[in-house]
Nanobody, 129 residues
Framework: HVQLMESGGGSVQAGGSLRLTCAAS????????MAWFRQAPGKEREGGAAIESDGTTTYADSVKGRFTMSQDHAKNTAYLQMNRLKPEDTARYYC???????????????????????WGQGTQVTVSS
């Protein structure tokens, strides 16, 4: 069973940067795919970035070129470096891990199978103009 804990959220001005961290515990996640989803008030949860176990990354068009996802298997940790933040990036950011069905959702950044994926509690990111 995987437990995920996000950290690193906060309030920044437009153009600033934040680095989110997702720490996994309870299991070695070297064979898991990981992703960051976000949800703004009144909007659906959307995928922002994902990384497969081999390091291959996928990004939503809205964050491509500004966000970088990485992972450290030795630390069971994934990161999301967010640069040139915009007010529309304001949302609660969630870390998700999966192993059984990565290929069905990672390349498309769609919501993973809720029966196999693990979610963190989220961390709030607020970007002011």
């Amino acid at each position: 069973h995987v437990q995920l804990m996000e950290s690193g959220g906060g309030s920044v001005q437009a153009g600033g940067s934040l680095r989110l961290t997702c720490a996994a515990s309870g299991s070695s996640y070297s064979n898991y795919c990981m992703a960051w989803f976000r949800q703004a008030p009144g909007k659906e949860r959307e995928g922002g970035a994902a990384i497969e176990s081999d390091g291959t990354t996928t990004y939503a068009d809205s964050v491509k070129g500004r966000f970088t996802m990485s992972q450290d298997h030795a630390k069971n940790t994934a990161y999301l470096q967010m640069n040139r933040l915009k007010p529309e990036d304001t949302a609660r950011y969630y870390c998700v891990a999966d192993r059984a069905s990565c290929m069905t959702w990672v390349p498309y950044l769609t919501l993973p199978d809720m029966d196999t994926a693990y979610w963190g509690q989220g961390t709030q990111v607020t970007v002011s103009s």
